[in-house]
């Protein structure tokens, strides 16, 4: 959301960002600092709001917005105008507040327009069976528009249960998507047309009307590190590597893995004999700083310290896949991330954790045939030999080599796509065009 406030400010108009506050204080050490880092973005936070006490981290997420209505009209009562409110895809109650203020609402999607897709056909697909997705075999085809490769086993687990309350919440703001003044997605046409055009021609509604899409993306941070700050270790061990010469290992805020798994990755990293750079979280308290010594296997920092470097929680990884070293990317298959290594010109092995990612795996590896994948990665655990392999082929097969050069072309189309005069700029001056049309000076985002 922040870079998108970002784009809406260089094109003239200014931005609010509403958060929720949660009632246990999470999160306020990260919005004071990204709020010190964008002075010229306005935040928000709304109190927080009584919750059910059986609810599951997926649920509060899913009905927190609903519950901040009066909050959220107060809120907006205050400004002397709006001229939008740009929603998370799971604040769709949002719409409805928008409505009774008259203020055009938004869905900003991070995820691929074949997510968005899929989440527009769903409730159809949810009418058209009374069997879960977890009754159907694995290899079940789903027959969504906008794709031809996904199958039972690659959806989210939280959708795999129709009865489930996760479920039926889901389905509840998938249903609302299609009452939006306009979708915005953080992709860029030429690289998913198939599901773009899906979308258009209204494959993905069939019984009722679709929002205008508009493909904006890849809207990509420009990395963390600013002029006169220290540049974060991992990229003064970078500059001393061979060019394209290094793996890079990173899963995301919320990936982990288990014990087990993070030591088998290790000792295939260590036979691979490749130079390696792994952000490594701590498998049981993610927001801690993992203990190296006893998560990884004895001797293995000392073996491989003149070729690799472990990373504790967090690495700067924009600059990461910008820098020459790295020659290729294993990845949990977040959207952010592979927009990160697309614009890189970075050649991916997918091996997906949770939510929709092993749905943009099999779209990347199957479909679009941009990136490889770990094998067994959905089994409980994936042994050394196969990670071993895996970085062996990432980093000396021919087939890696023809991933590259396809990842390049899909670079350039994506730096096209954001320059002046391409699809992805003209799609978001067309949207911002419609919203100066208004006598108004503020536009609110909400995440």
């Known amino acids: 959301m922040v870079e998108l406030a970002k784009l809406f400010i260089r094109n003239g108009i200014s931005v609010t960002i509403v958060i929720i506050e949660q009632p246990d204080k999470t999160g306020s050490d990260l919005l004071a600092s990204i709020s010190s880092s964008n002075p010229s973005i306005s935040f928000h936070v709304l109190p927080p709001v009584p919750i059910p006490s059986n609810f599951s981290f997926v649920e509060i997420m899913l009905t927190a917005s609903r519950l901040q209505h009066p909050n959220l009209v107060s809120f907006l009562g205050t400004l002397s105008s709006v001229r ?118 209204g494959l993905c509604v069939p019984d009722g009307s679709t929002p205008p899409i508009y493909c904006i993306g890849p809207i990509v941070s420009k990395g963390s590190c600013k002029e006169g700050q220290e540049r974060h270790e991992c990229l003064t061990w970078l500059d001393k590597q061979p060019k394209q010469s290094v793996v890079f290992l990173c899963f995301g805020s919320m990936g982990t893995f288990s014990l087990e798994q993070l030591r088998e990755m290790a000792i295939g990293l260590e036979k691979s004999s490749h130079r390696f750079l792994f952000v490594l979280r701590d498998p049981i308290n993610m927001f801690e700083e993992p203990n190296l010594d006893l998560l990884l296997p004895k001797g293995f920092l000392d073996r491989t310290k003149d070729r690799g470097m472990v990373v504790k929680s967090w690495a700067p990884q924009v600059e990461v896949l910008q820098h020459d070293s790295i020659g290729g990317f294993v990845t949990h298959c977040g959207w952010n991330s592979i927009l990160e290594a697309i614009t890189a010109g970075v050649t991916m092995v997918c091996w997906p954790l949770y939510a929709e990612q092993r749905m943009i795996r099999k779209y990347l590896a199957e479909e679009l045939k941009v990136a490889g994948s770990i094998e067994v990665y959905d089994k409980e655990l994936v042994h050394a030999n196969a990670v071993e392999t895996k970085i062996r082929w990432l980093m000396e097969s021919n087939d890696a080599k023809e991933l590259r050069n396809r990842i390049a072309v899909v670079k350039d189309k994506a730096r096209d796509a954001v320059m002046e005069g391409g699809p992805s700029w003209q799609a978001f001056w067309d949207l911002t065009s419609s919203l100066k049309e208004n006598d108004t000076n503020e536009n609110v985002v909400n995440l």
């Open 84 to 201: 939008a409110i740009v929603l998370d895809f799971f604040c769709t109650d949002v719409i409805a507040v928008a409505n009774q203020l008259q203020i055009p609402a938004y869905i900003f999607f991070p995820s691929p327009a074949v997510g968005v897709s899929t989440a527009l056909y769903y409730p159809t697909f949810y009418s058209s069976t009374t069997t879960s997705l977890k009754d159907m075999r694995d290899d079940d085809p789903l027959n969504f528009p906008g794709s031809l490769t996904i199958v039972a086993s690659d959806m989210p687990d939280t959708m795999r249960d129709r009865e489930s309350s996760t479920n039926q919440n889901i389905l509840y703001h998938f249903k609302r998507l299609q009452t939006a003044d306009g979708m915005l997605v953080n992709t860029f046409e030429w690289f998913e047309s198939k599901a773009v055009n899906a979308i258009k021609d």
